[in-house]
């Protein structure tokens, strides 16, 4: 069974960073594109970032744009999201996701990480 | 952004009747392969997003078979044939094939 645990999250002040992980097992990491979507609290989900397998290609939704940067390290099967420059709309569980290709969308999801931006 | 409307927001339902959630895409969800590429998700309280279904009508392992998904182009429908305590949660729709991937706003299904 695919497993997808994420960590790292916790309250920081505006304008402060955080950096995400996501432990992934019982797949071929280095052989997907992965993902992470947030929800902020009481509302939907919203895709953040995307990742190719060999992380020559990265995406980003347009509000985190140039202070979210996503990475991978394939030897350690893990997923990473360093964030600066935060701010309180970025209050969010942080999930890490397997994006399948095939099906184009997210098969598997973590647990999630909560991210709280407050002073 | 494709945006993805789903109708009812919320969906009071009794303990072994029909549950239907509707989802439109504002633009067609045929990719160039002629395949279509709709996917919904179950997220029960306080738990991560479970993927029920994709490409309209196909159920993930281990997903009852009261759950079914139909639809083409833009309009599609999830429906549950006998609701199950089990089912009551935030169900959402979404689609990948246009960049970025959006998320329909989600219909919570609850216990009348």
Redesign the interface.
């Known amino acids: 069974e695919v497993q997808l645990v994420e960590s790292g999250g916790g309250l920081v002040q505006p304008g402060g960073s955080l950096r995400l992980s996501c432990a992934a097992s019982m797949f071929s990491f280095s052989t997907f594109w992965m993902s992470w979507v947030r929800q902020a609290p009481g509302k939907g989900l919203e895709w953040v970032a995307n990742i190719k397998q060999d992380g020559s290609e990265k995406y980003y939704v347009d509000s985190v744009k140039g202070r979210f940067t996503i990475s991978r390290d394939n030897a350690k099967n893990s997923l990473y999201l360093q964030m600066n420059s935060l701010r309180a709309e970025d209050t969010a569980v942080y999930y890490c996701a397997r994006w399948a290709g095939r099906t184009k969308d997210f098969d598997n999801w973590g647990q999630g990480t909560l991210v709280t931006v407050s002073s | 952004d494709v945006v993805m409307t789903q109708s009812p927001l919320s969906l009071p339902v009794t303990l072994g009747q029909p549950a239907s959630i509707s989802c439109r895409s504002s633009q067609s969800l045929v ?1 160039s392969d002629g395949n279509t ?1 709709l ?1 919904w ?1 179950q997220q029960r309280p306080g738990q ?4 029920l279904i ?2 309209v009508s196909n159920r ?1 392992s281990g997903v009852p078979d009261r759950f079914s998904g139909s639809g083409s182009g833009t309009d599609f429908t999830l429906k549950i044939s006998r609701v199950e305590a089990e089912d009551v949660g935030v169900y ?1 729709c ?4 246009h ?8 219909t919570k299904v609850e216990i009348e």
């Open positions: 990719y590429y996917n998700f991560s997003p479970r993927r994709y490409k993930d959402y979404m689609q990948g094939i960049w970025p991937p959006t998320f329909g706003g989600g």
